[in-house]
């Protein structure tokens, strides 16, 4: 177990996990596998998940279901199973007063990594307890506080509302993300909006959505490690070099087989075969349309103990970072990692488009 220190007024909560950046720092990719989704394996009525749980509500219409009653460190492997089906039709799942926050580094991984091996970060910080340790190479800590303004001086010069999906220039983006909140800033603030990006795709007229499927766009983590040289300098941390990944536009769920958005701000760069022009006009629309879509997306706030799982395939999520600046915020991320992004087939004309044109008659347009 770990050690926690129970005064806030003596410093974090989990010392053992503050963050530690080693510039000189490098680490092995996971590399090709294959990926099989444990949401395959899922019972559809969900049972081994909610057997225990006292109250399951919707944040939103579309995105978000927080669930009382269910510790996920309990949780059989068939009720992991049912966690990744259901996280992939509700895109994010709210749990509330874990004992995972106090699990260990250890069982935290174990649990995590049953949706997939994890992935290693190219920059964000590991826990400081295990400092050359590879016990901990795939936690991500984020933490924001008046001795460490790491993240406030990255965002400095641009709105923190960035919707995107983590890491999706791996060439098998992640697919559930476990985000666990260790302490937040007292009141309210430091909450994280997650967007569907399956309601995102539905909501947009029938023959925009068929004009793309088919495109393909080119993702990479050059500008956030552009940032990350100009932020820190010398005390830099690159733990890889840039990754890049070419993937379709609109991606299919492996489980669900519904469709999805595939493109998000903070890495994808250009549409593949596009002049220049055309595909920073095609982008700055889909993504100014995330950033619009207050209706297709929830706020999760946070307490300590919190722990959110959203399904990077089906989603986008955005901090909010409106907390006082020195609020202690102190959480970790693992990422297991999934399938290689499955295109969306340009489907046959299903009469959509043209009653999509119908729109006119009706004095829509
Ligand atoms: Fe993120």
Redesign the pocket.
């Known amino acids: 177990m770990i050690a926690k220190d129970e005064s806030p007024d003596n410093g974090p909560l989990y010392p053992d996990y503050l963050p530690h950046y080693d510039p000189l720092e490098k680490i092995q990719p996971v590399g090709p596998f294959e990926h099989v989704d444990p949401g395959h394996r899922a019972d559809p009525n969900l049972s081994n998940l909610l057997k225990d749980a006292t109250k399951v509500f919707e944040l939103s219409p579309h995105c978000g279901t927080e669930i009382h009653g269910v510790q996920i460190c309990d949780l059989s492997p068939e009720g992991l199973d049912d966690l990744a089906l259901m996280c992939a039709e509700r895109g994010c799942l709210v749990f509330r007063n874990q004992t995972y926050t106090d699990a260990g580094f250890a069982r935290q991984k174990e649990i995590a990594a049953h949706f997939g091996p994890l992935h290693k970060h190219g920059w964000m910080p590991h826990p400081k307890a295990a400092v050359h340790s590879a016990d901990t190479e795939e936690f991500v800590i984020v933490y924001d506080s008046k001795d460490d303004l790491r993240i406030r001086k990255s965002w400095s010069r641009k709105s923190p509302i960035q919707f995107?999906?983590?890491q999706s220039p791996e060439l098998q983006p992640p697919g559930l993300?476990f985000f666990c909140m260790l302490e937040s800033p007292p009141g309210a603030g430091g909450d994280?909006i997650i967007s569907s990006m399956t309601r995102a795709y539905e909501r947009l007229s029938p023959s925009f959505r068929r004009r793309l499927e088919g495109l393909n766009a080119i993702h990479t983590t050059a500008n956030p490690i552009a940032r990350e040289l100009r932020d820190n300098g010398d005390l830099a941390v690159l733990r890889r070099p840039i990754t890049k990944a070419v993937h379709p536009v609109v991606t299919v769920h492996p489980v669900t087989k519904k469709k999805a958005l595939f493109v998000n701000s903070?890495y994808t760069q250009r549409i593949v075969g596009w002049d220049d022009e055309e595909s920073d006009y095609m982008l700055k629309f889909l993504f100014d349309y995330v950033n619009r879509g207050q209706d297709f997306c929830c706020r999760v706030r946070y307490e300590p103990g919190t722990v959110v799982v959203w399904d990077q395939r089906v989603t986008q999520?955005?901090?909010t970072l409106d907390y006082q600046p020195g609020g202690r915020r102190h959480a970790f991320?693992l990422t297991p990692l999934a399938n290689v992004p499955i295109p969306a087939l340009v489907e046959e004309d299903d009469g959509e488009c043209a009653k999509d044109e119908g729109r006119m008659m009706l004095g829509l347009c």
């Open positions: 995107h999906v983590d993300t994280t903070s999520h955005s901090q991320r």
